[in-house]
Every structure is written in structure tokens, then in C-alpha cells.
């Protein structure tokens, strides 16, 4: 859904301090996460877990939730040593990248409504398959439900994206127009979910014909 790159953080903080950066990442791929280990070059959060990468292809993830909230500060702080989190709490301050109750309540939130979309697209698939005005009908109610629960969902998420995206905006001194070292973009599972919310919407309209029209 979200990915952070933070490979950029470490040169951003000797911008910032004018002195040279060590220990702040880890090149380990099996160095636990929330562990202060060292930081990694980039997280990707899902609605499940996230994962955490050394470079472009190893990385590891954390455990498998329900409803995972998406806690970006927190799960890179973590990850840093602690002198390295002081100076970010210190840096990165009046952003709502950093509101990890904001953002984690409301990914959760969100999560809820597309499991329920995505029960109600089930239920409309499978019960559509009986061909009778009745079950269209019934099919018919649940695409419309399931469309709605969807669009609430994605709409929740990209809203969480482009308030998380407030700490693209931080620079490295107040005189400066270089980029403090984090970047928050879309995650290709978004656009799957608007993707998702689009084919609901379009199934609507042949399931009511179906309903409207079927004598069986």
C-alpha cells in the first residue's frame, strides 16, 4: 500500500549536523526489526505486515496481522540506534507522518472496509451464479454494498498516503531546499484496490439488468 524510502536519511542528517553519519543502517538482512539493529533502505507496508529492505531485493518482514496498522515513525525509529531516533524526534517535528495514531487507527479502519467489500464481491459472484430475479437481485444489493465499502477504504488509504507524504516536504536546514532524506510514495496495491472499486462499479449495472430483466 505504502512504501518509505529512507536511503537518502542518512546523508539528509549529515546536511543537517555537518558531521559524517555512522552505524545508522544495516546491511544485515536477518538483523531483527524493532531491535535498534540499524536501519533499512526501504519499507513497504501492507495490509498484513510490512517489510523491511538492505537493498533492492533482500529484506524481511514482520509478523502477519489482522488489520496491521500502518505506523511508519514508529517502525523506523525502531529500527535506529537510539541516538539516531533522538535526533529524528528532534528533526521531524509538526508532520503528520509522525501521527501514528492518525495513521494507524485509520489504515485499520480502512482495512475492515475492504474486507467487507471484498466478502459482499464474493457473495454477489457466487450467488449470481443461480439464475433467478431473486438472486440477482440479492447479487445486485451486495455489488452495490460491496462498491461502497471499497470506495470507503481506498479513499481512507490514499488519504493516509498523502498525509504521510508531509514528510517528503522537510529539508535538511531551514535555508536549504535539499530534501531531508524520506520519501512516501503509492504502493502498486493501491491502485489495485481503486482497480477492484472500479470493477465493482461496473458489475452493478449487468447484475441489475439481470434482475430487471431475467424470467427464469
Known amino acids: 500500500m505504502v512504501n518509505v ?4 536519511y542518512g546523508q539528509g542528517l549529515e546536511m ?5 553519519i555512522l552505524g545508522l ?9 524493532q531491535s535498534r539493529a540499524g536501519l533499512r533502505q526501504l519499507y513497504k507496508f501492507g495490509l498484513y505486515s510490512y517489510c523491511a529492505y538492505v537493498d533492492d531485493k533482500q529484506g524481511t518482514c514482520g509478523n502477519t496481522t489482522a488489520g496491521a496498522k500502518f505506523q511508519p515513525y514508529l517502525t523506523i525509529t525502531n529500527d535506529m ?3 539516531y531516533s533522538q535526533f529524528t524526534d528532534a528533526i521531524i517535528l509538526n508532520t503528520a507522518f509522525r501521527d501514528d495514531g492518525y495513521l494507524g487507527s485509520s489504515s485499520k479502519a480502512a482495512y475492515y472496509m475492504i474486507l467487507l467489500g471484498t466478502i ?3 457473495l454477489a459472484m457466487f450467488i449470481g451464479i443461480a439464475k433467478h430475479t431473486v ?5 445486485s444489493i ?3 454494498v460491496g462498491t461502497l465499502f471499497l470506495l470507503i477504504g481506498a479513499a481512507i488509504w490514499t488519504a493516509v498516503v498523502y498525509k504521510a507524504q508531509s514528510v517528503n516536504r522537510l529539508v535538511t536546514r531551514r535555508d536549504s531546499t535539499i530534501p531531508l532524506g524520506f520519501n512516501v510514495s503509492v504502493g502498486s496495491t493501491l491502485y489495485l484496490l481503486w482497480a477492484a472499486f472500479a470493477c465493482m462499479l461496473g458489475s452493478i449495472i449487468p447484475y441489475m439488468i439481470s434482475c430487471c430483466t431475467f424470467r427464469g
Open 5 to 8: 524510502n529512507v536511503s537518502l
Open 16 to 20: 543537517t549536523f555537518g558531521d559524517p
Open 25 to 33: 543502517y544495516t546491511s544485515n538482512v536477518s538483523a531483527p526489526l
Open 81 to 83: 540506534p537510539r541516538n
Open 120 to 122: 459482499c464481491a464474493i
Open 135 to 139: 438472486t440477482f437481485l440479492f447479487s
Open 142 to 144: 451486495f455489488a452495490i
